[in-house]
């Protein structure tokens, strides 16, 4: 089973950056995939950007432009570079790998309020 370790959520200004981390631990042959999901109250958990095998990458409408997502192979992590953030971004952030399973992070908390 493969573990992962979030950081780097807090409470910031709107327009401001947060840097979201992402390091998986465990026995994995390969990354598929890693991403992050949010979830804010009331609301679904939603995909916000994937990184697929390493190389491609897909983001939510909503934070195209915005959010930038990349990953160190060597070091198994994932980054989410959040900038320009909004009060709608606002949310848990949850990390996810596909290694031919699944495993998610605990979640950390982005908080966008002036």
């Known amino acids: 089973q493969v573990q992962l370790v979030e950081s780097g959520g807090g409470l910031v200004q709107p327009g401001g950056s947060l840097r979201l981390s992402c390091a998986a631990s465990?026995?994995?042959?390969?990354?598929?995939?890693m991403g992050w999901y949010r979830q804010a109250p009331g609301k679904q958990r939603e995909l916000v950007a994937i990184?697929?095998?390493?190389?491609?990458?897909h983001y939510a409408d909503s934070v195209k432009g915005r959010f930038t997502i990349s990953r160190d192979g060597a070091k198994n992590t994932v980054y989410l570079q959040m900038n320009s953030l909004k009060s709608e971004d606002t949310a848990v952030y949850y990390c996810?790998?596909?290694?031919?399973?699944?495993?998610w992070g605990q979640g950390t908390q982005v908080t966008v309020s002036s």
């Open positions: 996810h790998i596909n290694y031919g399973l699944v495993s």
């Open positions: 465990g026995s994995m042959v390969s990354i598929n995939a």
């Open positions: 990184i697929i095998s390493g190389a491609l990458t």
